[in-house]
């Protein structure tokens, strides 16, 4: 299962990039907006400081909702970095950018999905990642992993190579429930990776350790 932090803060992605189990980025407008990054020029900009510091795919949302506009905003990011993979969202308009976007080379995040029947819509246009936004299916009252799972199964079914992508994740139990049901990418916000560390059995065990050490050895 590959590890991509949900962000546009650089500090943040270079601290999960320190663990070197990184393995991409995600960001969206709203994560954009957040770390007052606005303007064409500079969001372009931060992607590319996004691509020099990981080594993997980095996703970048167009914000046109026609078939034109998208293309046209697919050329542009594609363009900045050969790890730039475009996220386009589940409507009648990017589902068509999407294929076309598969017809001539340039990788796809089909975000936005909430149902298996988008995901089927998605894997047949040919996106590369489906983004499932898991959280927020939880905040439905439904359930998101519920939904990873049915997602993964049909996938498998039909040999589609559409890789889910887990998104909107909100905590660590996520990503150990998303790697149960075989999601083949999990995207994190920095606080739901580093929670995968903690148990307090490792804490006390290691001053144990450590303090039986410092006994023997003064
Ligand atoms: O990757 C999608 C994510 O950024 C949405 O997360 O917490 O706003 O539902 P959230």
Redesign the pocket.
Known sequence: MKFFI?TADLNEIKEAAALGILDGV?T?P??MAKVGITGADNIKKHYVDICNIVDGDISAEVISVDFDGMVREAKELSALHPNIVVKIPMIKEGIKAIKWCTDNGIRTNCTLVFSAGQAILAAKAGATYL?P?I??VDDMNWDGILLIEQIVHIYRIYGFETEVLA??I?NPLHIVRCAEVGADVV?CPLSSILGLFKHPLTDLGLAQFLADYKKGNG
Do not use: Y
Request: glycine share 8%; proline share 0%.
């Open positions: 949900d995600t969206n709203s994560l983004s936004f959280g927020r998104a909107s909100r995207t």
